[in-house]
């Protein structure tokens, strides 16, 4: 199965010029190796690769919440930026995370970290890799990833679906360029993980200040408390 067959249909017609290219091409046979080389080694599964697309069409998107590579722990990711499926501990930036949702929004933490009720809401939690090799952190960075996720920024940046791009951290930001800021509201700030979240997460309000811009744009706020 190519990699691009478990896309929902209206991102598959979005992206549709990017499958005929060398590149992803390439990352389609890298992907397909290291499942056959490493059964059961690769995160997420087949099936779980696009779940942040798939959780809507694209003309449903109203944030977009940018991330790195997926958890590469058992059982962890779940093709979600940030998330983690249930019976998993929060990782450390996901804990920060909503330690800052407490203090911003008043909202507790829930008792998991699967964040599914915000990309039902239209948060696409989008990796920028969007798998990886068991316990090997960014193991399928530079295989073609990138170029592919950046290529989906450009089309919502330049897009007339008017967005909230939440930019944390520095390789989140750089993705900025490609967002038209006369259409679209970026909300940005240092990364939630241990390293950074003191130097600009943590008191950044990226909730409220999302909800904000959605209510500037015209849009229904996100629930951000997530059910247990």
């Not at 890799?129 to 940046?157: D, M, P």
């Amino acid at each position: 199965m190519a990699l691009q067959d478990t896309l929902e249909e209206s991102w598959q017609k979005l992206m549709e010029k990017e499958f005929d290219k060398a590149y992803w091409k390439d990352l389609d046979a890298f992907v397909a190796s290291e499942r056959e080389a490493n059964p059961g080694k690769i995160y997420p599964p087949e099936d779980q690769v696009f779940a942040a697309l798939n959780f809507m069409p694209y003309e449903d998107v109203k944030v977009v919440l940018i991330g790195q590579d997926p958890y590469h722990g058992p059982g962890q990711a779940h093709g979600l930026s940030f998330s983690v499926l249930p019976g998993h501990k929060h990782p450390p930036s996901l804990r920060n995370m909503f330690k800052e949702l407490k203090t911003d929004l008043d909202i507790d933490a829930p008792s998991h970290g699967t964040l599914t009720h915000w990309a039902e809401q239209g948060v696409l939690l989008l990796n920028t890799v969007l798998t990886v090799r068991h316990k090997e952190a960014n193991s399928h960075r530079k295989q073609g990833w990138e170029k592919f996720t950046r290529e989906i920024v450009k089309k919502l940046g330049q897009g007339d679906n008017r967005l909230v791009f939440i930019l944390w951290g520095g390789q989140a930001k750089k993705m900025a360029k490609y967002i038209d800021t006369d259409k679209h509201i970026i909300v940005e700030s240092a990364h939630p993980s241990p390293l950074s979240a003191h130097n600009g997460f943590f008191g950044s309000k990226p909730y409220s200040k999302t909800n904000d811009a959605l209510k500037e744009l015209g849009k229904d706020p996100i629930d951000w408390a997530v059910p247990e």
